[in-house]
């Protein structure tokens, strides 16, 4: 039997990405802030969740949890990062700005760091990385989100490239950009192409078992990231 874990599994994708695994015949490690939901999760596969209650802003806590579950799996078969936050923040709040630091950047990171060393180690393993479309281009709402998916984009990257100097070519990098999932993380009404949760994540699933390199979800959403790669800042000064 594999074991995954996944990171930010309350609700939402991760939670739905849970579900999926659970059917596959994984034991999946599940971690969240809100206990009481895991525990839920947990009630309704009880010999196939493990729940580790977990906030990735404690960066230093990141390391425990990621430690206890590998001594209690022994070996890990693919990791999925869904924890992140958004904030809409046109005034620049700073509190705003430093959750999504110390989630988005500080937490991501270490958690990459641990997955790839792990994987480096055991010499196989996979690991998936919930972006963005928001990671191609600045924002003027929510600058610190888009800049931290940005980020996250370009570290996947790295370590996708990194990977050329594991011998046995058995470790895989993938990331997942987001259009707009109809999600908690979703604001607003009449949100350009939001696509329904099932939906994404089914895709979502198809693109980790196929351990694709990058995947838009849902796929359309490949083309609004062509247009963002081309079109001047000037123009999306004014657009946006």
Do not use: C
Not at 155 to 166: C, G
């Amino acid at each position: 039997m594999k074991n995954a874990i996944v990171f930010g599994a309350t609700s939402g994708i991760g939670k739905a990405i849970t579900e999926f695994l659970v059917k596959d015949g994984y034991n999946v490690a599940v971690t969240g802030r809100r206990l009481a939901l895991l525990e839920t999760l947990k009630s309704a596969h009880p010999n196939q969740i493990l729940i580790k209650q977990n906030d990735i802003q404690e960066v230093d806590e990141v390391e425990k949890v990621f430690n206890e579950i590998v001594s209690e799996l022994k070996t890990i078969d693919l990791i999925i990062q869904s924890s992140g936050v958004a904030f809409i923040n046109p005034k620049f709040e700073w509190n705003k700005e430093q959750q999504s630091i110390n989630t988005n950047v500080l937490g991501v990171t270490k958690l990459y760091t641990l997955a790839y060393n792990l994987f480096k180690k055991q010499q196989f393993g996979h690991l998936v990385g919930i972006t963005s479309i928001a990671s191609i281009r600045g924002n003027r709402s929510a600058p610190v989100y888009f800049a931290s998916k940005a980020y996250q984009k370009a570290y996947l990257e790295s370590l996708y490239i990194k990977t050329k100097t594991i011998k046995t070519k058995k470790v895989f990098i993938t990331e997942i950009r987001l259009g707009f999932v109809d999600t908690d993380m979703a604001f607003g009404d009449g949100i350009f192409w939001l696509v329904p949760l099932e939906k994404a994540t089914k895709q979502i699933y198809s693109a980790v078992k196929q351990k694709k390199r990058v995947a838009y979800i849902s796929k359309r959403w490949r083309l609004i990231a062509w247009a963002l790669k081309i079109v001047p800042a000037w123009l999306l000064k004014k657009a946006t």
